[in-house]
Structures are given as structure tokens and as C-alpha cells.
């Protein structure tokens, strides 16, 4: 399996030229095998060891991203083609208030995917501290340090069921970024 050939099987852009996302939580198609293809903590794409120059060429792969179990994958309406992510495939590294809703939060990742922070993409803390939206169906960015310091200082101390937390809200959610000790 060749990048030209997942590339050439896509077709994710409407006439205006913006990126929809393809369906692929509908597409089940037979398993091909892997492909040295690897996104890096920081949300970088590598292929052979090299880098991805091309963003148009990983915008397109991310929106053809599957997540099943803890396995990734590139999929087409007739192959899936696993690849490796170090930690989350998206990195949160944006946020500003929602200009019709002010107590919304709008985030994006390092690759221009936008969305509200609310119940459908919400905030979850791991085991080991770290911070993660979801961005669609099962796949998530990790919250750049940047962003987590912004949180911090317009969070607000406040006593739940698990201690003192600090918690800010966004479309009507608390969301925690964990507890104070």
C-alpha cells in the first residue's frame, strides 16, 4: 500500500475546496496490513522515518483516521491499513470563546479541526494527569501545556464528590482539570 494510492482512493473535498469528513465509523472494508506511518506525541505525521511536509496530505489521512480497540487506521471505502500513534493522533493547541454563546468554548487542534467544548467533545483526564478532548467518535487531541495554563488561570477552585478541583464551565459543563492538593 502506497500513499498515491490511499490519496488517489479519496476524495474528501467539496467543490468549495473545505475538507468534510468522510464517514469511515460506516466503512468496514477488509484489512490490508500496515504501513510504516507513525504520529508522533507532538502530532506530527512520519512515514519511512520522515517527516510529512504536505499538510493538505495529512489533513486528508487524518479525516480517514479509525480508531478500533487501541489499534489506529488509515481507512478507504474498500481497505484499512494500520499505523501507529505514540499517544493521541490530534493536539489541542487553541481555544477562544464563542462569539454567539460567551460561556462556550470553541478549541482546535494543530490540524485546523474546530469545535465547541460541550457533552459531545468533552474533557477527560487520564490516569497520569494529562489532559484529553475528544475530537469525533473515539478519537482524541491531547491538551498542548499552553493551552492547559490558559484553563488554569480562568479556572475557578471549587469543593465535588472527588475533593477541591479546579473547574471552569463551557456550554453549560463543568469540566475539571483535576484536583487540588
Given at each position: 500500500?502506497s500513499?498515491?494510492?490511499?490519496?488517489?482512493q479519496?476524495?474528501t473535498y467539496?467543490?468549495s475546496?473545505?475538507?468534510?469528513?468522510?464517514?469511515?465509523?460506516?466503512w468496514?472494508?477488509?484489512?490490508c496490513?500496515?504501513?510504516?506511518?507513525?504520529i508522533?506525541?507532538?502530532?506530527?505525521?512520519?512515514?519511512?522515518?520522515?517527516?510529512f511536509?504536505?499538510i493538505?496530505?495529512?489533513?486528508l489521512l487524518?479525516s480517514?483516521?479509525k480508531?478500533e480497540?487501541?489499534d489506529?487506521f488509515l481507512v478507504?471505502p474498500?481497505?484499512?491499513?494500520k499505523i501507529?500513534v505514540?499517544d493521541a493522533?490530534?493536539?489541542?493547541?487553541?481555544?477562544?470563546?464563542?462569539?454567539?454563546?460567551?460561556?462556550?468554548m470553541?478549541?482546535?487542534?494543530?490540524?485546523?479541526n474546530?469545535?465547541?467544548?460541550?457533552?459531545?467533545?468533552?474533557l477527560?483526564?487520564a490516569e497520569?494527569g494529562?489532559?484529553?478532548v475528544?475530537?469525533r467518535?473515539n478519537l482524541?487531541?491531547k491538551?498542548h501545556?499552553?493551552?492547559y495554563?490558559?484553563?488554569?488561570?480562568?479556572?475557578k477552585e471549587?469543593q465535588t464528590?472527588?475533593?477541591?478541583?479546579l473547574?471552569?464551565?463551557?456550554?453549560g459543563?463543568l469540566f475539571?482539570?483535576?484536583?487540588?492538593?
Amino acid at each position: 500500500m502506497s500513499l498515491e494510492k490511499i490519496s488517489a482512493q479519496l476524495s474528501t473535498y467539496s467543490e468549495s475546496g473545505e475538507q468534510k469528513i468522510p464517514p469511515v465509523e460506516l466503512w468496514d472494508p477488509p484489512y490490508c496490513g500496515e504501513i510504516d506511518i507513525e504520529i508522533k506525541a507532538d502530532g506530527s505525521w512520519y512515514y519511512n522515518g520522515t517527516v510529512f511536509k504536505r499538510i493538505a496530505l495529512v489533513k486528508l489521512l487524518a479525516s480517514v483516521l479509525k480508531k478500533e480497540g487501541d489499534d489506529y487506521f488509515l481507512v478507504t471505502p474498500v481497505e484499512k491499513i494500520k499505523i501507529r500513534v505514540e499517544d493521541a493522533p490530534f493536539v489541542l493547541t487553541q481555544w477562544q470563546w464563542h462569539e454567539q454563546e460567551p460561556q462556550t468554548m470553541v478549541v482546535s487542534t494543530h490540524l485546523d479541526n474546530q469545535f465547541l467544548l460541550n457533552s459531545e467533545h468533552p474533557l477527560e483526564i487520564a490516569e497520569d494527569g494529562s489532559l484529553y478532548v475528544t475530537v469525533r467518535h473515539n478519537l482524541t487531541a491531547k491538551v498542548h501545556r499552553n493551552v492547559y495554563y490558559q484553563w488554569v488561570d480562568l479556572a475557578k477552585e471549587q469543593q465535588t464528590a472527588n475533593g477541591v478541583e479546579l473547574v471552569f464551565e463551557s456550554a453549560g459543563l463543568l469540566f475539571s482539570l483535576g484536583s487540588i492538593a
